[in-house]
Protein backbone atom coordinates (compact mmCIF):
# COMPACT_ATOMS: atom_id res chain seq x y z
CA UNK A 1 0.00 0.00 0.00
CA UNK A 2 1.27 3.31 -0.62
CA UNK A 3 -0.65 4.90 1.81
CA UNK A 4 -1.54 8.56 1.48
CA UNK A 5 0.09 10.34 -1.17
CA UNK A 6 0.15 14.18 -2.04
CA UNK A 7 1.35 15.65 -5.21
CA UNK A 8 3.34 17.94 -5.50
CA UNK A 9 5.45 18.17 -2.77
CA UNK A 10 6.79 21.72 -3.21
CA UNK A 11 4.79 24.75 -5.28
CA UNK A 12 5.32 28.67 -5.55
CA UNK A 13 2.53 30.14 -7.19
CA UNK A 14 1.68 34.44 -7.55
CA UNK A 15 -0.80 36.10 -6.32
CA UNK A 16 -4.26 35.30 -7.72
CA UNK A 17 -3.43 32.29 -9.45
CA UNK A 18 -5.42 28.68 -8.95
CA UNK A 19 -3.77 25.70 -7.72
CA UNK A 20 -5.03 21.92 -7.48
CA UNK A 21 -3.27 19.96 -4.55
CA UNK A 22 -3.86 16.61 -5.57
CA UNK A 23 -4.16 13.40 -2.56
CA UNK A 24 -4.95 10.36 -2.93
CA UNK A 25 -5.50 7.26 -0.93
CA UNK A 26 -5.60 3.71 -1.58
CA UNK A 27 -7.01 1.99 1.74
CA UNK A 28 -10.26 2.60 0.91
CA UNK A 29 -11.07 4.75 3.64
CA UNK A 30 -14.41 7.05 3.92
CA UNK A 31 -12.85 9.46 5.34
CA UNK A 32 -10.69 12.23 4.18
CA UNK A 33 -9.34 15.76 5.69
CA UNK A 34 -7.53 18.64 4.64
CA UNK A 35 -5.39 20.87 7.01
CA UNK A 36 -2.75 23.33 7.05
CA UNK A 37 -0.29 23.62 9.55
CA UNK A 38 1.40 27.10 10.28
CA UNK A 39 4.18 27.50 12.40
CA UNK A 40 2.55 28.44 15.93
CA UNK A 41 -0.57 27.73 14.91
CA UNK A 42 -0.75 24.14 15.14
CA UNK A 43 -2.69 22.00 12.13
CA UNK A 44 -5.95 23.45 11.05
CA UNK A 45 -9.10 21.88 9.19
CA UNK A 46 -9.74 23.32 5.98
CA UNK A 47 -12.27 20.61 4.54
CA UNK A 48 -13.30 17.33 5.23
CA UNK A 49 -15.35 14.09 3.62
CA UNK A 50 -16.96 11.42 4.87
CA UNK A 51 -17.45 9.72 1.82
CA UNK A 52 -17.73 10.14 -1.67
CA UNK A 53 -19.91 12.74 -3.05
CA UNK A 54 -20.05 14.10 0.77
CA UNK A 55 -18.04 17.27 1.59
CA UNK A 56 -18.14 19.91 4.41
CA UNK A 57 -16.13 22.56 5.64
CA UNK A 58 -13.61 22.78 8.91
CA UNK A 59 -12.48 25.43 10.89
CA UNK A 60 -10.61 27.61 7.87
CA UNK A 61 -12.38 26.69 4.33
CA UNK A 62 -12.11 30.26 3.27
CA UNK A 63 -10.50 30.32 -0.50
CA UNK A 64 -10.51 26.53 -1.04
CA UNK A 65 -12.75 24.59 -3.03
CA UNK A 66 -13.51 20.48 -2.26
CA UNK A 67 -14.82 17.61 -4.20
CA UNK A 68 -14.84 13.77 -3.83
CA UNK A 69 -16.03 12.17 -7.03
CA UNK A 70 -14.32 8.86 -5.87
CA UNK A 71 -13.23 7.20 -2.75
CA UNK A 72 -9.54 7.48 -3.72
CA UNK A 73 -9.33 11.17 -4.38
CA UNK A 74 -9.99 13.98 -2.41
CA UNK A 75 -8.16 17.48 -4.50
CA UNK A 76 -8.40 20.38 -3.06
CA UNK A 77 -8.24 23.47 -5.19
CA UNK A 78 -6.75 27.16 -4.40
CA UNK A 79 -9.46 29.38 -6.01
CA UNK A 80 -7.27 32.66 -6.34
CA UNK A 81 -4.08 32.42 -4.13
CA UNK A 82 -2.84 34.97 -1.52
CA UNK A 83 -0.17 35.15 0.50
CA UNK A 84 -1.84 34.31 3.24
CA UNK A 85 -2.55 30.99 1.88
CA UNK A 86 1.53 30.10 2.12
CA UNK A 87 1.37 26.73 4.29
CA UNK A 88 2.59 23.19 4.67
CA UNK A 89 -0.89 21.13 3.38
CA UNK A 90 -1.64 18.13 4.79
CA UNK A 91 -3.91 15.31 3.53
CA UNK A 92 -5.18 12.76 6.27
CA UNK A 93 -7.49 9.38 5.57
CA UNK A 94 -9.25 7.17 8.26
CA UNK A 95 -11.58 4.75 8.19
CA UNK A 96 -14.26 6.55 9.36
CA UNK A 97 -14.29 10.03 11.39
CA UNK A 98 -12.07 9.99 14.24
CA UNK A 99 -14.54 10.54 16.77
CA UNK A 100 -15.79 7.07 16.11
CA UNK A 101 -12.00 5.69 17.07
CA UNK A 102 -10.14 5.53 14.02
CA UNK A 103 -6.73 7.04 13.61
CA UNK A 104 -5.42 9.05 10.71
CA UNK A 105 -3.06 8.29 8.51
CA UNK A 106 -1.06 11.42 6.83
CA UNK A 107 0.10 12.65 3.67
CA UNK A 108 3.87 13.91 3.26
CA UNK A 109 2.83 17.34 2.80
CA UNK A 110 3.08 20.09 0.02
CA UNK A 111 4.56 23.24 0.86
CA UNK A 112 3.35 25.88 -0.90
CA UNK A 113 4.60 29.32 -1.11
CA UNK A 114 2.45 32.30 -2.59
CA UNK A 115 4.41 35.70 -3.58
CA UNK B 1 -10.67 27.55 19.72
CA UNK B 2 -11.51 23.87 20.55
CA UNK B 3 -7.48 23.05 20.24
CA UNK B 4 -5.63 20.87 22.25
CA UNK B 5 -3.07 22.55 24.43
CA UNK B 6 0.33 20.68 24.67
CA UNK B 7 2.38 22.07 27.56
CA UNK B 8 5.82 22.15 27.32
CA UNK B 9 6.32 24.09 24.18
CA UNK B 10 9.49 22.62 23.89
CA UNK B 11 11.62 20.05 26.49
CA UNK B 12 14.98 19.05 26.11
CA UNK B 13 16.78 15.83 27.51
CA UNK B 14 19.27 13.82 27.74
CA UNK B 15 19.03 10.11 26.29
CA UNK B 16 17.90 7.36 28.32
CA UNK B 17 15.60 9.87 30.32
CA UNK B 18 12.09 10.02 30.50
CA UNK B 19 9.92 12.56 28.79
CA UNK B 20 6.07 13.84 30.01
CA UNK B 21 4.17 15.88 27.86
CA UNK B 22 0.58 16.87 28.86
CA UNK B 23 -2.44 17.67 27.06
CA UNK B 24 -5.35 19.96 28.21
CA UNK B 25 -8.92 20.00 25.76
CA UNK B 26 -12.19 21.89 26.45
CA UNK B 27 -15.10 19.77 26.28
CA UNK B 28 -16.51 15.79 26.34
CA UNK B 29 -14.76 13.73 24.22
CA UNK B 30 -15.07 10.46 22.31
CA UNK B 31 -11.46 9.64 22.42
CA UNK B 32 -7.80 11.62 22.35
CA UNK B 33 -5.02 11.05 20.08
CA UNK B 34 -1.16 11.62 20.06
CA UNK B 35 0.44 12.23 17.18
CA UNK B 36 4.49 12.45 16.15
CA UNK B 37 6.07 14.76 13.72
CA UNK B 38 9.79 14.33 12.67
CA UNK B 39 10.77 17.77 11.30
CA UNK B 40 9.60 18.71 7.37
CA UNK B 41 7.08 15.33 7.81
CA UNK B 42 3.57 14.20 7.67
CA UNK B 43 2.10 13.36 11.04
CA UNK B 44 2.44 10.12 12.51
CA UNK B 45 -0.34 8.43 14.62
CA UNK B 46 1.03 6.96 18.12
CA UNK B 47 -1.85 6.09 20.37
CA UNK B 48 -5.61 6.54 20.84
CA UNK B 49 -7.02 6.56 24.10
CA UNK B 50 -11.08 6.30 24.51
CA UNK B 51 -12.79 8.62 27.04
CA UNK B 52 -13.77 5.34 29.33
CA UNK B 53 -10.26 4.32 29.56
CA UNK B 54 -8.17 6.09 32.10
CA UNK B 55 -4.43 4.41 30.75
CA UNK B 56 -2.69 3.06 27.83
CA UNK B 57 0.59 1.86 27.12
CA UNK B 58 1.70 1.02 23.79
CA UNK B 59 5.83 -0.02 23.71
CA UNK B 60 7.83 2.96 25.75
CA UNK B 61 4.59 5.09 24.95
CA UNK B 62 1.97 5.43 28.51
CA UNK B 63 -1.22 7.78 27.85
CA UNK B 64 -3.15 8.78 30.66
CA UNK B 65 -6.50 10.07 30.42
CA UNK B 66 -8.03 12.50 33.43
CA UNK B 67 -11.65 13.38 32.02
CA UNK B 68 -12.78 15.02 35.44
CA UNK B 69 -9.47 17.83 34.72
CA UNK B 70 -9.97 17.25 30.87
CA UNK B 71 -6.21 16.60 30.70
CA UNK B 72 -3.79 13.72 29.41
CA UNK B 73 -0.01 12.98 29.28
CA UNK B 74 1.91 11.03 27.10
CA UNK B 75 5.18 9.47 28.98
CA UNK B 76 8.16 8.18 26.76
CA UNK B 77 10.30 6.38 29.02
CA UNK B 78 14.08 5.87 28.15
CA UNK B 79 14.31 8.57 25.38
CA UNK B 80 16.30 7.68 22.21
CA UNK B 81 17.41 10.58 19.74
CA UNK B 82 14.82 9.03 17.48
CA UNK B 83 12.08 10.25 18.99
CA UNK B 84 13.36 14.04 18.61
CA UNK B 85 10.46 15.30 17.08
CA UNK B 86 7.36 17.61 17.56
CA UNK B 87 4.19 15.61 19.58
CA UNK B 88 0.58 16.84 19.38
CA UNK B 89 -2.72 15.80 20.91
CA UNK B 90 -5.70 15.84 19.28
CA UNK B 91 -9.13 15.41 21.11
CA UNK B 92 -12.30 14.28 18.92
CA UNK B 93 -15.06 15.85 21.02
CA UNK B 94 -18.59 14.48 21.48
CA UNK B 95 -19.84 17.65 19.50
CA UNK B 96 -20.31 16.02 16.13
CA UNK B 97 -17.91 17.80 14.58
CA UNK B 98 -16.25 15.11 12.64
CA UNK B 99 -12.88 15.91 13.11
CA UNK B 100 -9.67 16.32 15.45
CA UNK B 101 -8.43 19.57 16.96
CA UNK B 102 -4.96 19.97 17.03
CA UNK B 103 -2.83 21.71 18.98
CA UNK B 104 0.58 23.61 18.70
CA UNK B 105 2.64 20.42 19.93
CA UNK B 106 5.58 20.00 22.37
CA UNK B 107 8.85 20.03 20.86
CA UNK B 108 10.80 17.20 22.20
CA UNK B 109 14.83 17.46 21.79
CA UNK B 110 16.68 14.30 22.95
CA UNK B 111 20.52 14.80 23.26
CA UNK B 112 22.39 11.87 22.67
Known amino acids: NAGVTQTPKFQVLKTGQSMTLQCAQDMNHEYMSWYRQDPGMGLRLIHY???????DQGEVPNGYNVSRSTTEDFPLRLLSAAPSQTSVYFC??????????????FGPGTRLTVT | SQQGEEDPQALSIQEGENATMNCSYKTSINNLQWYRQNSGRGLVHLIL?????REKHSGRLRVTLDTSKKSSSLLITASRAADTASYFC????????????FGTGTRLTVIP
Open chain 1, 49 to 55: SVGAGIT
Open chain 2, 90 to 101: APAYQTGANNLF
Open chain 1, 92 to 105: ASSYSPPETGYEQY
Open chain 2, 49 to 53: IRSNE
